[in-house]
């Protein structure tokens, strides 16, 4: 499993990068997109010809035309037959964004959504938006110049109207009644931060400065589970990527992932996803091999 990092090809908008898929098949090569991918970016497809399959997370999605599929920072991907695709491609860093857009995105479930089947379809407004960032970022040799500084802004506040208007169609649960508070968004980005070295509440509570009871009603509210659960799902979500992806030992993970053994490993994962971390690898490997 490769970590691609962010390189843009234009230093001058360091932050996000406008391409199509065509151009990144070229630049990078085949090889580089047959193998499994870690992008430590966010990537955005939006489909405009063919037909392909583009595995995320454990989910193989069909892509066609219309379709966008978006990868966020750290998910492990797996691409089908780029060459079969065309369309675009928007990667941009996590500072791309200002936070009050990432935690309505997050609100909204845009997050937690990788596929948006016809999203483009019939010019609605997230295709004009991606149209806007595009011409933004492709001007056309004659056009007057614009200055950097309000390039880079209008970059930035086109691709989080553009993320605003898909996320507000996300499919995988209803939209909040209310945003959630910013205490939860500082317990999810810890989380993010420290699991793989803090698994209990307390350790949580104490960092933010909350009782547990307040973040354990924060998570049941905004996440649909405890903050336990939270946390324990975030850590058996990094156990099943290194599983099925990484060929080290069990131990190696359970070490990786701040365990003092593989033996409490093993009963944590066990007693989190019925069954255990050798079976669940060993399920994985035999459905690749059948795929």
Known sequence: MRRIPYSPADAQRSSIEVTTIDRIRTRAGLAEFAALQRPD?????????GESTHEVDFARYALSAGDVLWVHLGQVQLWGDMRLLEGAVVMFSPIALPPETVALLRSLGGFSQNHWPGATTGGGAFAVLLAGLTALATEPPGTPAIAPQALTHAARHTLAAALLALAGTTTTRAVPEAEPPEAFHWFFDEVE??????????????????????LNRLARAH??????????RRVILEAKRLLAHEQIAVAAIAARLGFDDAANFSKYFRHRTGTTPGAFRDGEREETRGS
């Open 41 to 49: 970016f966010e990537l955005l497809l939006a489909i405009d010809r």
């Open 193 to 214: 931060r420290g699991f793989a070295e803090h698994r209990t509440t307390a350790w949580y509570a104490r960092r933010l400065g909350y009782s547990e009871r307040t």
């Open 223 to 232: 996440a649909g589970t405890s903050a336990k659960g939270l946390i324990d």
